[in-house]
Every structure is written in structure tokens, then in C-alpha cells.
């Protein structure tokens, strides 16, 4: 092989497997009360607690500073308050969470009603989401079992068939 496509070769692997290994950072969005709707750049990434996760560069990590972009909490009252953007990668390594608390004003009430209709909506999800873990492990089971018989009826198979050949052999003679 050609010295320069290897030196391209072995370049590339490289660099793709520079990548794998960077460090992801979590910031969970918090809001008092919950079910704010947490907007990034106008992108909806859904209610409150919310966590993000971003991947800092090597300058970011010696720096110990990461900016991100700009995210809004955005209560169903219509109240709103906006997260900060610098996060503290020496103070807090692992990730960190930030927590809003509501403005004061008309729509409280509404927005505890809502935080609690949200919370409902995100223990059902968690319920379909085991039941579905659940069908998903039972039908793995059946279908092991399925093969697991299959294999000892195979089995089955050819010991019958190797005894009838002996039976045949001392009946028969052949």
C-alpha cells in the first residue's frame, strides 16, 4: 500500500477517535414551579427539570468556564425568567443544576396546576416506557425458549434417528 494512504489512513482514524472520548457536561434546567417549557434559541426542549448535555473543548475545560446558549423558562401563565449562559467547570466537574423560581405575579395558581398535570404526564410516559422494557425482555424470553426447543427437538431427532438405526442394524443386519 502507497505510504501516503496509509499515513491518510492511520490520520483519519485518528482524528475520529479524538472524538470519542470528549468529556460531556449536564446542566438540568429547574424551575419553582416545574413545567416550565425550557426554550434554546427558540428550539422547545421540553418541560422542566430538563437535563441538557454539552461537550466543552479542551480550552473551555482549562479554562473552567463553558458558555452556552441562551435558555428561557417559560411558564404556562406566560410569567418567563432566563437561565444563565457561564457554568463554573472547576467548582462543579460533574455537571451542575440550576434552578429558577418563578416571577411574581398573576398565574400561579396555573402554573402549579400545570407543573402537576406535567408531572402525571412524565410518570405515565415512565410506565409505557417500562412496559415497553417489560414486552420487549418477555418477547426476547419466548423467542429463547422458542430456539432453546427447537435445538432440543433437533437433538431429539437425531437420537431417535441414531437409535433407529441401531434398531434397524440388529433387527435387519443392516
Given at each position: 500500500m502507497n505510504k501516503k494512504i496509509k499515513i491518510l489512513i492511520i490520520g483519519s482514524i485518528g482524528i475520529i477517535l479524538s472524538g470519542c472520548g470528549a468529556k460531556q457536561y449536564s446542566i438540568t434546567y429547574n424551575t419553582n414551579p416545574t413545567g416550565a417549557s425550557v426554550i434554546c434559541q427558540g428550539i422547545n426542549k421540553g418541560y422542566s427539570p430538563l437535563t441538557l448535555y454539552y461537550t466543552p473543548d479542551e480550552k473551555q475545560w482549562d479554562d473552567g468556564q463553558m458558555r452556552t446558549i441562551s435558555c428561557t423558562?417559560?411558564?404556562?401563565?406566560?410569567?418567563?425568567k432566563t437561565f444563565g449562559t457561564t457554568w463554573d467547570l472547576k467548582k462543579f466537574p460533574d455537571g451542575v443544576m440550576?434552578?429558577?423560581?418563578?416571577?411574581?405575579?398573576d398565574g400561579y395558581s396555573?402554573?402549579?396546576?400545570?407543573a402537576l398535570q406535567v408531572q402525571n404526564m412524565k410518570y405515565q410516559q415512565r410506565q409505557a416506557q417500562a412496559a415497553e422494557a417489560n414486552a420487549r425482555a418477555n418477547k426476547k424470553a419466548a423467542?429463547?425458549?422458542f430456539y432453546q426447543n427447537l435445538e432440543r427437538n433437533n437433538k431429539l431427532q437425531q437420537q431417535n434417528y441414531q437409535l433407529n438405526s441401531i434398531n434397524n442394524y440388529l433387527k435387519y443386519g443392516y
Open positions: 423558562a417559560n411558564w404556562i401563565s406566560g410569567a418567563r440550576q434552578t429558577l423560581q418563578r416571577p411574581s405575579g396555573t402554573d402549579v396546576q400545570f423467542s429463547d425458549a
